[in-house]
């Protein structure tokens, strides 16, 4: 009982800090200025497809981790359950596909990456990730392209059948569907990156000996848009790092058990490679504000936000009041009171008005 309670703390734990600092990272990126840029779209994209994760997926896998495998809501949600799991894998590597080609672009041609990189393009390639996503997951497991006789897995299960012998909700990997299912949804993408990023690094490097040929005027400019293209490169760069630290275990165990021909009941090694991939879910949000300067201020604008915007506005309020109240140590006449009171709050509305405009939301007065 005691081991089933620190287990149910740790993956409680686990889902809560997923599914928390992923809505930081949208809530950092939607209403922080200086992450405003059309690049974020995809790592907000990210973002969503990880608390998706934490929200639809892991509560589930949770709860057959701790019943020992067993799967008690029939055949059909059990599909629908490894369908989504696949989907949200698929969506988070090909997203950080997209962002490589993304930070390419930027670094390759910083001061024309605006004009490359348009919304309705980061849109189109939004929109064709997520639903590349969707068929290679839905569409095979429902019409049983992964099971060694082409029947649909899992689909004379009835609700309630967990105690019966191999009553166990998992990816069919005795076919040959699987092996081209991780080299086409992983090793290809994961191989395309990494000849991205060390295409990226390649330029930056040409660009600094370049930049250092160049005369000071020009290079001034240069330097800022390449050192703040470089700069979210390094943050990119270590998330995809993070991504194949905790993904490439499970997807090799999943090659390795779709090579033999026969599909054994999930064991210990299964639950630590499936739940070291789940981790880089919960990882992606530190990596962030530990890798990029903008999202730490963007974290802790939102974490006191409300705090220090009304102290800021206290302080002003108060400042300007003394200021305008007194005058060589004597109170001012009646009148001018008045004419105190009317500056007083426009100067309270200017405030307002700057804190807005630096992150900060309005409240009421």
Request: hydrophobic share 45%; charged share 20%.
């Amino acid at each position: 009982m005691i081991s089933t309670a620190l287990r149910w703390l740790v993956l409680v734990f686990f889902i809560i800090l997923t599914i928390g600092g992923n809505v930081l990272v949208c809530l950092a990126v939607g209403l922080s200025r200086r992450l405003w840029r059309i690049a974020n779209c995809f790592v907000v994209s990210l973002a969503v497809t990880d608390l998706l994760l934490g929200l639809l997926v892991m509560p589930l896998s949770a709860t057959v981790e701790l019943r020992s495998g067993k799967w008690p809501l029939g055949g059909a949600l059990c599909n629908i359950y490894i369908s989504v799991d696949v989907m949200l894998c698929t969506a988070s590597i090909l997203t950080l596909l997209a962002i490589s080609v993304d930070r390419y672009l930027a670094i390759s041609a910083p001061l024309s990456h605006s004009r490359r990189v348009t919304p309705l393009r980061v849109t189109l390639a939004i929109t064709a990730i997520w639903t590349l996503s969707v068929a290679v997951s839905f569409v095979p497991i429902h019409l049983g392209w992964n099971t060694a006789d082409y029947r649909v897995q899992h689909s004379d299960w009835g609700i309630g059948d967990e105690d019966k012998e191999g009553r166990y909700c998992q990816f069919e990997w005795n076919n040959n569907y699987v092996l081209i299912y991780t080299f086409g949804s992983f090793y290809l993408p994961l191989m395309l990156m990494c000849g991205m990023y060390l295409c990226i690094f390649r330029v930056a490097r040409e660009q600094a000996r370049r930049i250092r040929a160049t005369t000071p005027s020009s290079a001034r400019t240069a330097t800022a848009a390449i050192t703040r293209e470089h700069k979210a490169t390094v943050t990119l760069a270590a998330v995809l790092g993070a991504f194949v630290i905790c993904w490439f275990p499970y997807f090799t165990f999943l090659t390795c058990k779709g090579i033999k021909e026969k599909t054994n009941p999930p064991n210990t090694l299964h639950s630590i490679v499936l739940w070291m991939g789940y981790f880089n879910s919960a990882l992606n949000p530190i990596l962030y504000p530990a890798f990029n300067r903008d999202f730490r201020k963007a974290y802790g604008e939102l974490l006191r936000c409300r705090g220090s915007s009304c102290r800021k506005l206290q302080f002003t309020r108060a400042s300007v009041h003394k200021r305008l109240t007194f005058t060589n140590g004597k109170k001012v006449s009646q009148q001018s009171k008045k004419h105190i009171d009317t500056v007083d709050k426009e100067t309270e509305d200017k405030s307002i008005t700057l804190l807005e405009g630096n992150g900060f939301p309005s409240e009421p007065r």
